[in-house]
């Protein structure tokens, strides 16, 4: 459950919310009605998203179910500090793509008084830790874990399965290269792929 910051205007700091979870679990989503609330709110909204993420739409952050609010793509999390300037609130998605310096940049946004909403994948396809997630699950005020459904048991899936041959670490895709399974059914999918190794 996510509950809101109260606010006590003798005190200016942010605070940092990380949305985290597999792909297909609706962490994009979730981080488009966070933005759009705040922008009903009239509040001062800057999203960002990482310049190599163009699946749906080259500026646009985009949900798989085409909700989408716009956004501007940097190669760098560096950039986002240099273009949030006079915001209330900013938003980044896919964070996981982004370098380790992601942490620092929220990190300092927050103590300028401003609500950092971060979302991204917490693993990657090996279910590893993926890149700079664990450092901003860790730092974050408030972290919600969403679930996708295991599209081979029903059961809530928090694996993000890549059903084609590459070991490249990052690679877009969508249906047609991930499906997100649940525990057992992930180590399952897995077993045949070690032994090959061997």
Same mark, same amino acid.
């Given at each position: 459950? /996510?509950?809101?910051?109260?606010?006590?205007?003798?005190?200016?700091?942010?605070?940092?919310?990380?949305?985290?979870?597999?792909?297909?679990?609706?962490?994009?989503?979730? =981080?488009?009605?966070?933005?759009?609330?705040?922008?009903?709110?009239?509040?001062?909204?800057?999203? /960002?998203?990482?310049?190599?993420? +163009?699946?749906?739409?080259?500026?646009?952050?985009?949900?798989?179910?085409?909700?989408?609010?716009?956004?501007? !793509?940097?190669?760098?999390?560096?950039?986002?500090?240099?273009? +949030?300037?006079?915001?209330?609130?900013?938003?980044?998605?896919?964070?996981?793509? /982004?370098?380790?310096?992601?942490?620092?940049?929220?990190?300092?946004?927050?103590?300028?008084?401003?609500?950092?909403?971060?979302?991204?994948?917490?693993?990657? /396809?090996?279910?590893?830790?993926?890149?700079?997630?664990?450092?901003?699950?860790?730092? $974050?005020?408030?972290?919600?874990?969403?679930?996708?459904?295991? +599209?081979?048991?029903?059961?809530?899936?928090?694996?993000?399965?890549?059903?084609?041959?590459?070991?490249?670490?990052?690679? =877009?895709?969508? +249906?047609?290269?991930?499906?997100?399974?649940?525990?057992?059914?992930?180590?399952? $999918?897995?077993? !045949?792929?070690?032994?090959?190794?061997?």
């Amino acid at each position: 459950m /996510f509950l809101e910051n109260t606010v006590n205007q003798n005190e200016q700091f942010g605070w940092i919310e990380v949305i985290a979870g597999s792909m297909f679990s609706g962490k994009t989503e979730e =981080l488009i009605r966070r933005l759009k609330r705040a922008k009903f709110a009239k509040q001062k909204i800057e999203i /960002f998203k990482p310049a190599i993420d +163009t699946r749906y739409d080259e500026d646009n952050v985009v949900s798989h179910d085409d909700n989408e609010i716009r956004s501007t !793509p940097v190669p760098a999390a560096e950039n986002i500090r240099l273009l +949030t300037a006079d915001v209330e609130v900013v938003g980044i998605d896919e964070a996981q793509f /982004f370098d380790d310096e992601i942490v620092a940049v929220c990190n300092e946004l927050a103590n300028r008084g401003i609500r950092v909403i971060v979302a991204g994948l917490d693993m990657d /396809f090996q279910g590893n830790p993926f890149g700079p997630m664990p450092a901003l699950m860790a730092t $974050a005020e408030y972290v919600t874990k969403v679930h996708a459904v295991c +599209t081979r048991t029903g059961n809530l899936a928090h694996y993000s399965h890549r059903t084609i041959a590459s070991k490249d670490l990052v690679v =877009l895709g969508e +249906t047609d290269s991930y499906e997100p399974l649940s525990r057992a059914a992930y180590y399952k $999918a897995m077993r !045949p792929e070690k032994m090959h190794q061997k």
